[in-house]
C-alpha cells in the first residue's frame, strides 16, 4: 500500500500542463467497441482508472497498443459480450461498456461497477435509457441486458447523469431511427465524447446542450482524437497554489471549461486570476477573503449539473476554504458520503461544523497541523493531500494508490511545484 510524506508550509509556484482529461477518457475507450476500424487517442491520462480500463478492453478481445500518452485500439477481434467481473469491480468506468457491447451482441452480462464510495451511485438512468431503445434489462447479482434490434426512441432523463448520457448516446448511434435525449448531462467531457462520435461517422446534434438528437448509421469508422485537458485537475492544483498562498500559471487549457469552476466557486472564496489566451494564472500575493452574500450573508458554494460547480471539486474547494477569510456554506446535493473527509479535517485544525451529510460551514483561516491520514476516494484524497502541503509540520497520507486513480504522478509534478512530498511503497 503505498504512502505520501509531507513536509507542510511550502508554497505551491510555477507552471502546470493538465493531463488529459480521466472523465472522457473513459467513456472514449469504451468507445472503440463501436467500430471494427482503429481508433487512436491522443492526450491519455496514464492514471490508474485508464490502465485499469485498458485491462478490461484487453481482456475482451481489443488489441491494444499503448505508447506514452497515446494508446491504438482495435476491437475487430472482441468475442464476447461479458467482461471480466474482476476487472470491473476496480474502475466505475466499466459500465460504460454496456452501450457499446450492446450494438455488437444481442446480449450482455456486466458485473456491477467498482469506484469510489462516496454514497448511493444508482444506475437507474442508464438502464430505463436502454430499455426505451428496446433493450431488456434484468438484475441478478450483476445486469443483463438484451436487445435485438435497438430502435430510436424520445426519453427524458429522471436525473443528468453523465455516464447514463454517455453510454445511451453510444448505443444510440447504432440504433434504427432518432434518438432524442431530453436532460442529457453536457459536461465538457460529454462534448469531447460526442466529437469523437461524430469524426467516426455518428451523427450527432444539440453538443454542449442538455438536449441530444441522434440518428444511428449502419456502421461507425476509426479515427483519431486529443482527448481534451481535465479541469478537475486544474481546479485541483489551482486551489492546492492558492491555499499555500502561492501562484500558478495552467497551459493549454479550454475557458469554457474551466471558467464555471472558477467563477461558481473559488470566486467566492476571493480567488482572483488572469487569462492569457489559453493560459490561466493565478497572481501570487493574494489576500484570500469570502465575497459575503448581499447584506452580509454567508455564501453558498454548491454543486450541480454543467455548468454548475462540478461535485468532484467540492472537496478541495473546502479545503481551500479553511485558509480563506470567512465563513462559508457548502451544499453537496449529489453524494451523501462526500463530505465524510472532513472529519480529518477539523482533527487538523479546520473550522468546520458539519450540519448534515450533505452541508458544511467552514470558517476561516484556520492553521492546520501535520497528522496521519487515509485517503477514502479520489478527491478526498487529493483535499486532504492539499491540506497536508498547507498544515504545519509532517503529515503521512495512506492508502495513496487511490488518488493515482485520478491524479497521473502527482506527487512529481507537486514536486516541480514546490512542494516537499515524497511516497514510499
Request: aromatic fraction near 6%; charged fraction near 20%.
Given at each position: ?23 472522457a ?23 490508474k ?24 485500439l ?6 464476447t ?45 442508464h438502464f430505463l ?24 426512441a ?19 448511434t ?32 444539440g ?30 492544483f ?24 472558477m ?49 468532484d ?11 480563506v ?12 458520503s ?7 479535517l ?30 477514502p ?19 503521512v497520507?495512506?492508502n ?13 509534478r ?12
Amino acid at each position: 500500500m503505498a504512502k505520501f510524506i509531507i513536509q507542510g508550509g511550502n508554497k505551491l509556484s510555477g507552471t502546470i500542463t493538465p493531463v488529459g482529461n480521466k472523465n472522457a477518457a473513459l467513456p472514449m475507450l469504451a468507445a472503440c467497441l463501436l467500430t471494427d476500424e482503429k481508433i487512436t487517442l491522443k492526450n491519455l491520462p496514464l492514471i490508474k482508472d485508464v490502465l485499469v480500463m485498458l485491462e478490461v478492453l484487453e481482456d475482451l478481445g481489443v488489441e491494444v497498443s499503448l505508447k506514452k500518452h497515446s494508446v491504438e485500439l482495435c476491437a475487430a477481434n472482441v468475442k464476447t459480450g461479458k467482461p471480466n467481473p474482476a476487472l470491473c469491480k476496480h474502475v466505475r468506468g466499466s459500465v460504460l461498456l454496456a452501450g457499446p457491447l450492446m450494438t455488437r451482441f444481442n446480449k450482455v452480462v456486466l458485473p456491477p461497477p467498482g469506484g469510489d464510495v462516496i454514497g448511493r451511485r444508482r444506475l437507474d438512468t442508464h438502464f430505463l435509457g436502454f430499455r426505451a431503445l428496446g433493450a431488456e434489462v434484468s438484475f441478478n447479482g450483476g445486469f443483463e441486458i438484451k436487445c435485438k434490434n435497438l430502435k430510436g426512441a424520445e426519453l427524458l432523463l429522471d436525473e443528468a447523469s453523465v455516464t447514463a448520457t454517455e453510454n445511451i448516446l453510444m448505443a444510440a448511434t447504432r440504433a434504427k431511427g432518432k434518438t432524442k435525449i431530453y436532460h442529457a448531462a453536457c459536461e465538457p467531457h460529454v462534448q469531447d465524447l460526442c466529437k469523437l462520435l461524430v469524426k467516426m461517422g455518428a451523427q450527432i446534434e444539440g453538443i454542449g446542450t442538455n438536449c441530444l438528437v441522434v440518428r444511428g448509421v449502419s456502421r461507425l469508422k476509426g479515427t483519431t482524437y486529443s482527448i481534451g485537458p481535465d479541469f478537475m485537475e486544474a481546479g485541483s492544483f489551482l486551489a492546492a497554489a492558492a491555499a499555500t498562498k502561492g501562484s500558478l500559471t495552467l497551459k493549454g487549457m479550454r475557458n469554457d471549461s474551466v471558467y464555471p469552476v472558477m467563477q461558481h466557486g473559488f470566486a467566492k472564496l476571493g480567488v482572483e486570476w488572469t487569462v492569457d489566451k489559453n493560459n490561466w494564472i493565478l497572481p501570487a500575493k493574494q489576500k484570500f477573503k469570502v465575497i459575503d452574500d448581499a447584506g452580509a450573508s454567508v455564501p453558498k458554494i454548491e454543486d450541480g449539473p454543467w455548468p454548475c460547480f462540478p461535485s468532484d471539486l467540492m472537496s478541495v474547494a473546502i479545503v481551500l476554504a479553511t485558509q480563506v477569510n470567512g465563513s462559508v456554506l457548502f451544499f453537496e446535493k449529489m453524494f451523501e458520503s462526500r463530505m465524510y473527509f472532513v472529519d480529518r479535517l477539523i482533527e487538523m485544525g479546520a473550522k468546520i461544523v458539519q450540519c448534515d451529510p450533505h452541508r458544511v460551514v467552514t470558517v476561516g483561516s484556520s492553521q492546520l497541523r501535520g497528522s496521519f491520514l487515509t485517503s477514502p476516494d479520489i478527491r478526498a484524497g487529493m483535499a486532504l493531500l492539499i491540506a497536508a502541503l498547507c498544515a504545519e509540520g509532517e503529515s503521512v497520507i495512506d492508502n495513496a494508490q487511490m488518488i493515482d486513480r485520478g491524479y497521473e504522478g502527482i506527487e512529481k509534478r507537486l514536486q516541480r511545484l514546490g512542494a516537499d512530498i515524497v511516497r514510499e511503497g
